[in-house]
């Protein structure tokens, strides 16, 4: 099966700046991978997807580059705000039939301001 | 969008008793329904996968007999956790998909807390 390796499990910054999460798959056919936003207490919401035909995506400050190849793929959010602390999930999956996303295990943002 | 509905959003019950979570698709009809468990600060953990119609197929370690899960219907799923124990306490949440990657949504999910 599928096994999503997701880093760093925390990861601090400044307001402003950069944050960058990393996440690696196994299954060479995944082919949907999409980032979720969960904050304290709440349902994890679809923040950005990419698919497997298309190695970059970008909406407003979030953006998100898939390397095929290499099996990774990450987040990169620009101009961080403190509205963005939550943690963050990555998945991947098979988008034809029956789609069972496997997730990894989080990465927790705290922006400081 | 695809909306899907959890009930309830937080149960607090005593030691023993049982405990049913409702998840519904509130438009659009869901041929499969997930449950995941979530410890604070922790990933979700799939416990099972169910298709309307048919028996849920449980993820490795969780218990069937703990855990019922019924899907009767293609927009509503609910998952029972008997003799609950304070161990049982954590945040439950459902998704329901369509079929298509386009069609997966979590449900607002459950606090339980076991006393």
């Known amino acids: 099966g599928e096994n999503v390796e997701q880093h760093p499990s925390t990861l601090s910054v400044q307001e402003g700046d950069s944050a960058v999460i990393k996440c690696t798959y196994s299954?060479?056919?995944?082919?949907?991978f999409p980032w979720y936003k969960q904050e304290l207490g709440k349902r994890p919401q679809l923040i950005i997807d990419i698919r497997s035909n298309v190695g970059e995506k970008k909406d407003q400050r979030i953006a998100v580059t898939l390397n095929k190849t290499a099996k990774h793929f990450s987040l990169h959010i620009t101009e961080t705000q403190p509205e963005d602390s939550a943690v963050y999930f990555c998945a991947a999956g098979r988008s034809g039939g029956s789609y069972i996303p496997t997730f990894g295990r989080g990465t927790s943002l705290i922006v400081h301001p | 969008g695809a909306v899907v509905s959890q009930h309830p959003s937080w149960v607090i019950c005593k030691s023993g008793t049982s405990v049913k979570i409702e998840c519904r698709s509130l438009?659009?009809?869901?041929?499969?329904m997930f449950w995941y468990r979530q410890f604070p600060k922790q990933s979700l953990m799939l416990m099972a996968t169910s298709n309307e119609g048919s028996k849920a197929t449980y993820e490795q370690g969780v218990e069937k007999d703990k855990f019922l899960i019924n899907h009767a219907s293609l927009t509503l799923s609910t998952l029972t956790v008997t003799s609950a124990h304070p161990e049982d306490s954590s945040f439950y949440i459902c998704?329901?998909?369509?079929?298509?990657?386009?069609?997966?949504?979590f449900g607002s999910g459950t606090r339980l807390t076991v006393v």
């Open positions: 299954d060479s056919a995944s082919n949907y």
């Open positions: 438009d659009f009809q869901a041929t499969t």
């Open positions: 998704s329901a998909s369509s079929g298509s990657r386009s069609g997966y949504t």
